[in-house]
Protein backbone atom coordinates (compact mmCIF):
# COMPACT_ATOMS: atom_id res chain seq x y z
CA UNK A 1 0.00 0.00 0.00
CA UNK A 2 2.15 3.31 -1.07
CA UNK A 3 0.75 7.01 -0.33
CA UNK A 4 3.41 8.41 -2.52
CA UNK A 5 5.53 6.80 -5.22
CA UNK A 6 9.79 7.55 -4.91
CA UNK A 7 10.69 9.28 -7.83
CA UNK A 8 12.82 8.07 -10.57
CA UNK A 9 16.38 7.11 -9.44
CA UNK A 10 15.20 8.14 -6.02
CA UNK A 11 16.79 6.34 -3.27
CA UNK A 12 14.66 4.97 -1.20
CA UNK A 13 14.90 1.94 2.12
CA UNK A 14 12.63 -1.00 2.99
CA UNK A 15 12.41 -2.17 6.53
CA UNK A 16 11.21 -5.03 7.68
CA UNK A 17 9.85 -6.62 10.63
CA UNK A 18 8.32 -10.06 11.91
CA UNK A 19 4.43 -9.39 13.48
CA UNK A 20 4.18 -13.14 14.60
CA UNK A 21 5.28 -17.02 14.13
CA UNK A 22 2.72 -19.44 14.07
CA UNK A 23 3.07 -23.19 13.74
CA UNK A 24 2.89 -23.03 9.94
CA UNK A 25 3.00 -19.55 9.18
CA UNK A 26 4.82 -16.06 9.66
CA UNK A 27 3.64 -12.57 9.06
CA UNK A 28 6.46 -9.86 8.08
CA UNK A 29 5.96 -6.32 7.90
CA UNK A 30 7.53 -4.13 5.49
CA UNK A 31 7.93 0.03 5.46
CA UNK A 32 9.06 2.17 2.73
CA UNK A 33 10.99 5.01 3.53
CA UNK A 34 11.58 7.72 1.15
CA UNK A 35 15.02 9.40 0.66
CA UNK A 36 14.04 11.37 4.15
CA UNK A 37 13.23 8.57 6.06
CA UNK A 38 9.36 9.37 5.73
CA UNK A 39 7.27 6.63 5.26
CA UNK A 40 5.39 6.43 1.98
CA UNK A 41 4.16 3.20 1.97
CA UNK A 42 3.60 -0.22 3.91
CA UNK A 43 3.51 -3.81 2.76
CA UNK A 44 2.06 -7.16 5.10
CA UNK A 45 3.60 -10.64 3.62
CA UNK A 46 2.37 -14.11 5.02
CA UNK A 47 5.45 -16.65 4.79
CA UNK A 48 5.83 -20.60 4.93
CA UNK A 49 8.55 -22.80 4.74
CA UNK A 50 7.46 -25.50 2.47
CA UNK A 51 8.81 -29.25 2.29
CA UNK A 52 10.37 -29.59 -1.37
CA UNK A 53 8.92 -32.74 -1.51
CA UNK A 54 6.21 -32.75 -0.15
CA UNK A 55 5.41 -29.29 -1.08
CA UNK A 56 3.23 -28.72 2.17
CA UNK A 57 3.92 -26.27 5.02
CA UNK A 58 6.69 -27.12 7.33
CA UNK A 59 6.47 -27.03 10.90
CA UNK A 60 7.82 -23.86 12.14
CA UNK A 61 8.04 -24.30 15.88
CA UNK A 62 8.80 -27.91 15.59
CA UNK A 63 11.91 -27.22 13.02
CA UNK A 64 12.98 -24.01 14.67
CA UNK A 65 11.97 -24.32 18.01
CA UNK A 66 10.02 -21.93 20.23
CA UNK A 67 12.69 -19.22 20.03
CA UNK A 68 12.18 -18.66 16.86
CA UNK A 69 9.62 -16.55 18.75
CA UNK A 70 12.34 -14.42 19.68
CA UNK A 71 12.09 -12.28 16.49
CA UNK A 72 8.88 -10.96 16.95
CA UNK A 73 9.03 -7.01 17.53
CA UNK A 74 6.22 -6.44 19.05
CA UNK A 75 6.73 -2.86 19.67
CA UNK A 76 6.52 -2.19 16.13
CA UNK A 77 3.12 -2.42 14.96
CA UNK A 78 2.09 -1.54 10.91
CA UNK A 79 -0.54 0.65 10.40
CA UNK A 80 -1.90 -0.56 7.49
CA UNK A 81 -5.09 -2.81 7.26
CA UNK A 82 -4.59 -6.64 7.35
CA UNK A 83 -5.20 -8.61 4.07
CA UNK A 84 -8.92 -9.43 3.25
CA UNK A 85 -10.73 -12.24 1.95
CA UNK A 86 -11.56 -11.53 -1.67
CA UNK A 87 -14.94 -13.19 -3.20
CA UNK A 88 -15.26 -13.48 -6.75
CA UNK A 89 -18.95 -13.35 -8.55
CA UNK A 90 -17.84 -13.39 -12.08
CA UNK A 91 -18.52 -16.52 -13.90
CA UNK A 92 -17.09 -15.44 -16.95
CA UNK A 93 -13.45 -15.33 -17.39
CA UNK A 94 -12.05 -11.30 -18.46
CA UNK A 95 -8.86 -13.30 -19.80
CA UNK A 96 -7.36 -16.38 -20.56
CA UNK A 97 -3.41 -17.47 -20.69
CA UNK A 98 -1.13 -20.51 -21.09
CA UNK A 99 1.43 -20.32 -18.75
CA UNK A 100 5.10 -20.49 -21.24
CA UNK A 101 8.36 -21.17 -20.49
CA UNK A 102 8.83 -17.06 -19.07
CA UNK A 103 6.15 -17.55 -17.02
CA UNK A 104 7.96 -20.49 -15.14
CA UNK A 105 10.87 -20.17 -12.48
CA UNK A 106 13.63 -21.95 -11.04
CA UNK A 107 11.41 -24.58 -8.81
CA UNK A 108 8.89 -25.18 -12.19
CA UNK A 109 5.97 -23.43 -11.71
CA UNK A 110 4.38 -19.66 -12.56
CA UNK A 111 6.51 -17.33 -10.80
CA UNK A 112 4.52 -15.28 -8.31
CA UNK A 113 5.81 -12.02 -9.94
CA UNK A 114 4.28 -13.25 -13.40
CA UNK A 115 1.07 -13.38 -11.92
CA UNK A 116 0.82 -10.56 -10.56
CA UNK A 117 1.94 -9.05 -13.90
CA UNK A 118 -0.70 -10.67 -15.78
CA UNK A 119 -3.14 -9.43 -13.16
CA UNK A 120 -2.10 -5.89 -14.12
CA UNK A 121 -2.42 -6.18 -17.85
CA UNK A 122 -6.28 -6.97 -17.25
CA UNK A 123 -6.40 -3.33 -17.23
CA UNK A 124 -6.14 -0.61 -20.35
CA UNK A 125 -2.69 1.68 -20.35
CA UNK A 126 -5.51 4.24 -19.93
CA UNK A 127 -6.29 3.55 -17.24
CA UNK A 128 -2.43 3.87 -15.72
CA UNK A 129 -2.33 7.16 -17.57
CA UNK A 130 -4.95 8.86 -15.13
CA UNK A 131 -4.60 6.46 -11.46
CA UNK A 132 -1.78 4.90 -9.86
CA UNK A 133 -2.48 1.62 -7.76
CA UNK A 134 -2.99 2.66 -4.28
CA UNK A 135 -2.83 -1.03 -2.62
CA UNK A 136 -2.44 -4.33 -4.47
CA UNK A 137 -3.34 -7.39 -2.28
CA UNK A 138 -2.37 -10.99 -3.30
CA UNK A 139 -3.29 -14.43 -1.90
CA UNK A 140 -1.47 -17.61 -2.89
CA UNK A 141 -3.56 -20.77 -3.01
CA UNK A 142 -2.08 -23.59 -5.12
CA UNK A 143 0.94 -23.63 -7.94
CA UNK A 144 0.37 -23.69 -11.53
CA UNK A 145 2.76 -25.49 -14.08
CA UNK A 146 4.29 -24.58 -17.61
CA UNK A 147 0.92 -25.27 -20.31
CA UNK A 148 -1.87 -24.92 -17.76
CA UNK A 149 -4.65 -22.54 -18.59
CA UNK A 150 -4.73 -19.65 -16.16
CA UNK A 151 -8.22 -18.12 -16.47
CA UNK A 152 -8.47 -14.78 -14.61
CA UNK A 153 -12.27 -13.54 -13.57
CA UNK A 154 -12.51 -9.74 -12.60
CA UNK A 155 -15.46 -7.91 -10.46
CA UNK A 156 -15.02 -4.09 -10.33
CA UNK A 157 -16.60 -4.03 -6.82
CA UNK A 158 -16.43 0.24 -7.25
CA UNK A 159 -14.97 2.55 -9.41
CA UNK A 160 -11.45 1.94 -8.06
CA UNK A 161 -11.60 -1.70 -7.02
CA UNK A 162 -11.33 -4.54 -8.52
CA UNK A 163 -10.98 -8.32 -7.19
CA UNK A 164 -9.54 -10.97 -9.05
CA UNK A 165 -9.47 -14.72 -9.25
CA UNK A 166 -7.01 -16.71 -11.44
CA UNK A 167 -7.77 -20.08 -12.01
CA UNK A 168 -5.45 -23.06 -13.72
CA UNK A 169 -7.90 -25.60 -16.19
CA UNK A 170 -10.92 -24.33 -15.32
CA UNK A 171 -11.03 -26.12 -12.09
CA UNK A 172 -8.60 -24.81 -9.30
CA UNK A 173 -8.16 -21.49 -7.79
CA UNK A 174 -4.41 -20.45 -8.09
CA UNK A 175 -4.37 -16.86 -6.53
CA UNK A 176 -6.82 -13.94 -5.35
CA UNK A 177 -6.09 -10.49 -6.05
CA UNK A 178 -7.41 -7.14 -4.79
CA UNK A 179 -6.56 -3.84 -6.93
CA UNK A 180 -7.56 -0.16 -5.67
CA UNK A 181 -6.55 2.61 -7.54
CA UNK A 182 -6.20 5.90 -6.77
Known sequence: ELDEM???????????????VYRLFTDRNYSILNKDAKPIGYARSIWALINLNTRKPADLLGLLGKNVTDNICK????????????KITSEVPVARIVAKYSDIDINGHVNSIRYIEHI?????????????????????????????????????????????????????????SKVIFI
Open 75 to 86: DKPCPMEKPSRI
Open 120 to 176: LDLFPIELYKTKRIKRFEMAYVAESYYGDELSFYCDEVNENEYHIEVMKNSNEIVCR
Open 6 to 20: PYQYEEFTIETWVEN
